[in-house]
């Protein structure tokens, strides 16, 4: 396997959502026609593998081999069946008081990787995402209405200590908004 498929590999790994042929070029430096046979030589190895990878509309996600969907399928419903562990917990308080977040602001908030802890609350329906306003290549992740049900409220403002945080952070804000005094 080459280098490059090598790379692909760990970076389709990593961002855990569809990346688009233009965003591989730019992130590896390498012209279109160099990434298609780096990616079809990923293909082929991952063909005997438990992963598989999918393109679709100039886009490429690793995904799961088929043969294996029931198995990863009792997995995933053994794992949501279990309470919510304190790192999916520390990024759903994340999104929840500081979001619409991207997932790369997510990572740097937390300090870690948080591609399986979002995917996680994606699959169970506690978050959404919705496409950046400015970036249509970024997701933003927020609370979804589930997350409300779940919770027992009807707006975030209800969470105990939220509107004292967006006090705070609309001030905070504002202060660094201000120019300098000498």
Do not use: C
Request: charged fraction near 35%; hydrophobic fraction near 40%.
């Amino acid at each position: 396997m080459s280098e490059l498929s090598k790379k692909l590999e760990a970076i389709l790994f990593i961002a855990g959502e569809p990346l688009s042929l233009e965003r591989l070029s730019k992130i590896l430096k390498k012209d279109k026609a160099t990434l298609g046979e780096a990616l079809s030589e990923l293909a082929k190895t991952l063909s005997e593998r438990g992963l598989r990878l999918s393109e679709k509309d100039d886009e490429y996600l690793l995904v799961t081999a088929p043969e294996l969907g029931k198995f990863v399928e009792d997995f995933m419903k053994e794992e949501l069946g279990e309470e919510l562990s304190r790192a999916t917990l520390e990024t759903l308080a994340v999104i929840v008081y500081k979001g619409p977040l991207s997932r790369s602001e997510i990572d740097y908030i937390r300090g870690v990787n948080s591609s399986f802890t979002v995917r996680n609350l994606m699959i169970r329906g506690l978050i959404e995402r919705k496409a950046h306003p400015h970036d249509s290549r970024i997701w933003l992740y927020r609370p979804s209405f589930d997350f409300l049900k779940f919770m027992g409220i009807t707006k975030l403002g209800e969470l105990a200590g939220y509107n004292e945080f967006m006090k705070e952070m609309e001030e905070l804000l504002k202060r660094e908004s201000e120019p300098a005094q000498a």
